[in-house]
């Protein structure tokens, strides 16, 4: 078994889908001692946004390609992700770019795409200033978690499941049960990979 750990906020130390992401990698490894666990801090080491790479000998394309090998070597895929203007950091855009690779993790077939990832699990600890879960009035910008599923189960990847944290700057008390809520969910979703 083997795990690889995505950080994307740039808050640092005040990260909420830093400290959600952490403990869903804590709940994991209690679940599965001695397994590997990869971590990718994609704000401390920012991956530069997808270019075309035409020499193979540019240290670009060895980043892409360690990039991929280790989203293809996990089973499960921990990824904190804050909400940044109603979608995803651009960091986390940009090492999506790494790993949506035609012929690698997905393709076209007569019959459309076809995903070639499959059998992973991703779980994403999503925090969001706001509240923009169904059944609120702006669930409608929602363009983070709408995505992240939809590029996912273009790689083949079924199993995605979100641990949120909403409505993080409404306050200091909502901020506080918003966390607490997302680590019960933590627990619940340990509990369930037993």
């Known amino acids: ?6 950080d994307s906020s740039a808050l640092g130390a005040h990260s909420v889908s830093r400290e959600l992401s952490a403990a869903l990698v804590e709940a994991w490894k209690r679940r599965n001692p001695g397994a590997k666990v990869v971590y990718r801090d994609l704000a401390a080491n920012p991956l530069p946004h997808w270019r075309l790479v035409a020499d193979a000998n540019d240290p670009a394309m060895r980043e892409n390609g360690a990039v991929l090998e ?3 070597a996990a089973d499960t895929v921990v990824i904190g992700a804050p909400m940044y203007n109603f979608g995803i950091p651009s960091s986390l855009k940009a090492w999506i770019d790494r790993i949506a690779i035609a012929g690698k993790t997905f393709r076209y077939t007569e019959k459309g795409p076809e995903g070639l990832a499959g ?5 994403v600890a999503s925090s969001r200033g706001g509240i923009y879960s169904e059944g609120s009035p702006y669930a409608a910008a929602d ?3 709408a995505y992240l599923r939809q590029v996912f189960g273009f790689l083949g990847i079924a ?4 641990v949120r944290a909403e409505g993080v700057n409404l306050g200091p008390e909502q901020k506080a049960q918003a ?5 019960d969910a933590i627990e619940d979703c340990a509990r369930l990979a037993a």
Not at 119 to 123: E, Q, S
Request: hydrophobic share 55%; aromatic share 12%; net charge negative.
């Open 70 to 72: 280790e989203f293809l």
């Open 159 to 162: 199993d995605v499941e979100f």
């Open 179 to 183: 966390i607490a809520s997302a680590h």
């Open 119 to 123: 059998g992973k699990k991703i779980v």
């Open 143 to 145: 363009f983070q978690e």
């Open 1 to 6: 078994m083997s795990l690889l750990h995505i």
